[in-house]
């Protein structure tokens, strides 16, 4: 049986102004241990949005690209993401979608899409500091910043 190859999605989201034109950016690498085998880069952004939802759409996009069920590491420089997927989102299920100061949980919608995307694979959650020289961080941001550009004015 062959060995499969290790997976990870680094991601980032901006935003130019928070609301304002946002773009996320995913980095899916296969690796065998130290070896690159296959690199894909994704972005997209949207005219009026916040830093958060392009976190949560990074996260998405990167699931939602791999062909098949897969164990995959999903890096971000997001503690909104890393700490609501892998801390709340189970108390929010249980709450109806409200947070422990019952109210509603903010961008229900991608965190429910979020959901759904994990859903299909075996996700590791693991938080990078951002704008500290991360290669593959470094190269997400500046996907997410490509992916708003043609939504700048």
Not at 12 to 33: E, F, M, T
Not at 38 to 57: D, I, P, S, V
Request: glycine content about 12%; hydrophobic content about 40%; charged content about 25%.
């Amino acid at each position: 049986m062959p060995i499969m190859p290790e997976l990870q999605i680094y991601t980032d989201g901006a935003c130019s102004g928070n609301p304002g034109p946002g773009g996320w950016g995913a980095l899916l690498v296969a690796k065998d241990g130290d070896k690159v085998l296959k690199t894909k880069e994704l972005c997209g952004g949207a005219a009026e949005t916040t830093n958060n939802r392009m976190e949560l759409q990074a996260a998405i996009s990167g699931l939602d690209a791999l062909e098949r069920s897969s164990a995959v590491t999903v890096i971000t420089d997001s503690a909104y993401v890393k700490d609501g997927i892998s801390k709340w989102l189970a108390g929010w299920k249980r709450n109806g979608w409200k947070t422990a100061a019952k109210k509603p949980v903010k961008n229900e919608d991608l965190w429910k899409v979020l959901d759904e995307a994990q859903a299909r694979h075996d996700v590791t959650w693991e938080w990078v500091k951002g704008h500290n020289g991360h290669a593959e961080n470094e190269l997400a941001d500046g996907l997410a910043n490509k992916g708003m550009a043609s939504f700048k004015k």
